[in-house]
T-cell receptor, first 113, second 111 residues
Framework: DQQVKQNSPSLSVQEGRISILNCDYT??????FLWYKKYPAEGPTFLIS?????DKNEDGRFTVFLNKSAKHLSLHIVPSQPGDSAVYFC????????????FGTGTRLKVLA | DSGVTQTPKHLITATGQRVTLRCSPR?????VYWYQQSLDQGLQFLIQ???????AKGNILERFSAQQFPDLHSELNLSSLELGDSALYFC??????????FGPGTRLTVL
């Protein structure tokens, strides 16, 4: 049972345009969400997070939106740069219960110069 | 550099063997997490330790075990290895239960 889903395995975007990466979850108890970026042969790197008390969080070119009623979050990258080409994972956890994160399967973003 | 170190970087071994993967968390982080990433798969949570004690368990096989030592480094032991155990194994650490910082991973190849 995949509780966190990233339904697009890959995405290609032109440099300078907006990249939108999507993530859906099924567990309504999830209340904290993170995005990680992963380059080949490296470990995932923390990008941005959002708690369920917010619906938006911004950090520079990166913005995460949370729609709790739809159980959906998205990561917007504006403007996209070639260095953003990587695999992006979303992760979710519940503050009650166990401390484990559930990760999605990732979306490979390719930003074309 | 996340501050989390993992050794070895690569490991090649044969089926039936046993290996130990090592992780040193960021300075001050009490929690250590282990993940497995198989080819084209997401990160599968294996196990978490907090200050030496097991805190949460995921889809960890009985052939796998882990521990966290008093100096907070952690080891993941994989035994009776099978071809399907070939994967990237990541360790992550955190100070609170929020943001996790990942190490560079150990690539295990079972032949």
């Amino acid at each position: 049972d995949q509780q966190v889903k990233q339904n697009s395995p890959s995405l290609s975007v032109q440099e300078g345009r907006i990249s939108i990466l999507n993530c859906d979850y099924t567990n309504s108890m999830f209340d904290y969400f993170l995005w990680y970026k992963k380059y080949p042969a490296e470990g995932p790197t923390f990008l941005i997070s959002i708690s369920s008390i917010k619906d938006k969080n911004e950090d520079g070119r990166f913005t995460v939106f949370l729609n709790k009623s739809a159980k959906h979050l998205s990561l917007h990258i504006v403007p996209s740069q070639p260095g953003d080409s990587a695999v992006y994972f979303c992760a979710a956890k519940s503050s009650s219960g166990t401390y484990k994160y559930i990760f999605g399967t990732g979306t490979r973003l390719k930003v074309l110069a | 550099d996340s501050g989390v170190t993992q050794t070895p970087k690569h490991l090649i071994t044969a089926t039936g063997q046993r290996v130990t993967l090592r992780c040193s968390p960021r300075s001050g982080d009490l929690s250590v997490y282990w993940y497995q990433q198989s080819l084209d798969q997401g990160l599968q949570f294996l196990i978490q330790y907090y200050n030496g004690e097991e805190r949460a368990k995921g889809n960890i096989l009985e052939r796998f075990s882990a521990q966290q030592f008093p100096d907070l480094h952690s080891e993941l032991n994989l035994s009776s290895l099978e071809l399907g155990d070939s994967a990237l194994y990541f360790c992550a650490s955190s100070h609170s239960t929020d943001t996790q910082y990942f190490g560079p991973g150990t690539r295990l190849t079972v032949l």
